[in-house]
T-cell receptor, first 110, second 114 residues
Framework: DAGITQSPRHKVTETGTPVTLRCHQT?????MYWYRQDPGHGLRLIHY???????DKGEVSDGYSVSRSKTEDFLLTLESATSSQTSVYFC?????????FGQGTRLTVV | QQQVKQSPQSLIVQKGGISIINCAYE??????FPWYQQFPGKGPALLIA?????SEKKEGRFTISFNKSAKQFSLHIMDSQPGDSATYFC?????????????FGGGTRLMVKP
């Protein structure tokens, strides 16, 4: 998985609680991305980062925030989880024309 | 609004048959078109990709056909095998100051029956 580790791999949380997902890379790449995967929608971009402390919104950013204080770590936070945020979340890095994905975090909001 | 439309959503093929998955895009600024393969519990992995100045690319049993004027591209899996059973995503890539921005199709779940 190109040196990408996501944690946790599975999480169940209650509506209204904050949740943070972590993505760690060992490749020292500049660009990192958070996607969510839902049936029929493929993968949709939530937020991305183009450097330390440099982030921007993607297609489905409402209800999510991100932080990148080190090159290797990219955090995704759900400030107040809702049932519509139940999904599988993937972190990715890219260089040249390729993107490499982590193994995903399955998040269930009950 | 989905910028990349993929069909069919699911596909069942007999072993040895040809699997065909189609995608259409809208934005002519896309400059690279990869296909990703995903097995259950895993992240998507790059399978094969094509640039818009090429009409066809073949790697082993996998072929991409690209029609720039129609803004369509397709994945053909020849001699489909049970091990090919997975979810396939087409994508379109735009390279800008954010790196490679991928826009994915909705995915096709392929089942190859032995």
């Amino acid at each position: 998985d190109a040196g990408i580790t996501q944690s946790p791999r599975h999480k169940v949380t209650e509506t209204g609680t904050p949740v943070t997902l972590r993505c760690h890379q060992t490749e020292n790449h500049r660009y990192m991305y958070w996607y969510r995967q839902d049936p029929g929608h493929g993968l949709r971009l939530i937020h991305y980062s183009y450097g330390v402390k440099d982030t921007d919104k993607g297609e489905v950013s409402d209800g999510y925030s991100v932080s990148r204080s080190k090159t290797e770590d990219f955090l995704l936070t759900l400030e107040s989880a809702t049932s519509s945020q139940t999904s599988v979340y993937f972190c990715a890095i890219s260089w040249a024309t390729e993107a490499f994905f982590g193994q995903g975090t399955r998040l269930t909001v009950v | 609004q989905q910028q990349v439309k993929q069909s069919p959503q699911s596909l069942i093929v007999q072993k040895g048959g040809i699997s065909i998955i189609n995608c259409a895009y809208e934005n002519t600024a896309f400059d690279y078109f990869p296909w990703y393969q995903q097995f259950p519990g895993k992240g998507p992995a790059l399978l094969i990709a094509i640039r818009p100045d090429v009409s066809e690319k073949k790697e082993g049993r996998f072929t991409i056909s690209f029609n720039k004027s129609a803004k369509q591209f397709s994945l053909h899996i020849m001699d489909s095998q049970p091990g090919d059973s997975a979810t396939y995503f087409c994508a379109a890539v735009m390279n800008n100051n954010a790196g490679n921005m991928l826009t994915f199709g909705g995915g096709t779940r392929l089942m190859v029956k032995p």
